[in-house]
């Protein structure tokens, strides 16, 4: 039997930290700590190695389309594939940041939803069969999505959408929240929300095409909150520590073989969320 494997984007802290410590404890195979920094990654997985657990390290910018590349080249060559993907990895502008907001938008949209669809294109390629892909959302891209207008809210829950069309819609997000018009244009205020709603939509477009393309590879991909968990991005005052929030993405990586439920899907604390 083959090596099994499984990727943790961003998880040289935090949520994503958190969860490659619980994958080396529950999943029967190599667990790759990812990071764009080498320095951190190598602390991190030092940190988990003084636990007495031995994640493996993996370069992986994901904003670097060839350190995405590069990565999955390294996956295939070494596993033929990959078992279990999670993309974790994101950024958000703390509150008190005076950075235009325009920007912001910018810069958010291009960790949150561009690359994190970027990171699909490369690793969609060499998922495995049975396969567990994992995209950390929040959950403000439900309350955000009530804050749409209507129009927004009928494209991003029509089944149908396809992702050309959420592209141009993160793209138009983007560009109208440089020139100041994002709210009379109907989004919500804030470009972390907006980049998650991107998400969680792109999750389900991606999961509707794996149905349609390898139906009966049995691969599993969802969205899921972590909840408002102690972190370098949500402070010290969160309820839910880093293991807690690991709890949903993890259920999901470790969904078993040949369960056909959930896909598609948002959950928070382990369940299916209609949104
Ligand atoms: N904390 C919460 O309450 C909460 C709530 C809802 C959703 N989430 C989601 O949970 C996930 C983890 O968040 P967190 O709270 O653990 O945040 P965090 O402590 O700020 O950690 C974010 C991680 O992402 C990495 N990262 C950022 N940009 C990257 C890139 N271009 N390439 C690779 N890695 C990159 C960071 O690396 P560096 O150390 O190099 O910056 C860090 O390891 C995120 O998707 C977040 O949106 C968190």
Redesign the pocket.
Request: aromatic share 2%; net charge neutral; glycine share 14%.
């Given at each position: 039997m083959p090596i099994r494997v499984a990727v943790v984007?961003?998880?040289?802290?935090?949520?994503?930290l958190a969860t490659v410590r619980a994958l080396c404890k529950q999943f029967e195979g190599d667990v790759y700590l990812t990071?764009?920094?080498v320095g951190?990654g190598e602390a991190a997985v030092k940190a988990l190695n003084s636990e007495g657990l031995k994640p493996l390290f993996h370069q992986?910018?994901?904003?670097d389309l060839n350190s995405i590349k590069t990565a999955a080249e390294f996956f295939k060559q070494k596993y033929g594939g990959v078992d279990v993907l999670i993309n974790?990895?994101?950024?958000?502008f703390k509150v008190a940041d005076t950075t235009p907001f325009g920007i912001q938008a910018e810069v958010t949209l291009k960790?949150n939803f561009f690359?994190t669809r970027n990171m699909w294109t490369v690793f969609s390629e060499i998922i495995k069969p049975g396969g567990r892909v994992v995209n950390?959302s929040?959950?403000n891209c439900v309350s955000g999505l009530k804050k749409c207008n209507l129009d927004l809210q009928q494209r991003f829950r029509n089944e149908n959408i396809t992702e050309e069309e959420l592209v141009k819609l993160m793209q138009r997000f983007v560009d109208e929240a440089k020139k100041g018009e994002h709210k009379e244009r109907g989004w919500p205020d804030g470009a972390y929300t907006v980049s998650k709603i991107g998400l969680t939509v792109l999750s389900v477009i991606h999961a509707r095409r794996l149905s349609k393309e390898r139906p009966n590879d049995g691969i599993l991909l969802n969205a899921c909150?972590?909840?408002?968990?102690r972190?370098?991005?949500?402070g010290p005052t969160?309820p839910k520590s880093p293991d807690e929030?690991a709890v949903t993405p993890v259920y999901l990586a470790l969904l078993p073989s040949g369960a056909k439920e959930p896909h598609g899907m948002y959950l928070s604390d382990k369940e299916v969320q209609l949104w």
């Open positions: 984007t961003g998880s040289n802290k935090g949520i994503g990071a764009r920094n951190r992986l910018d994901i904003d974790n990895a994101a950024i958000a960790t690359s950390v929040s959950m909150c972590p909840g408002w968990v972190t370098d991005m949500a969160a929030g």
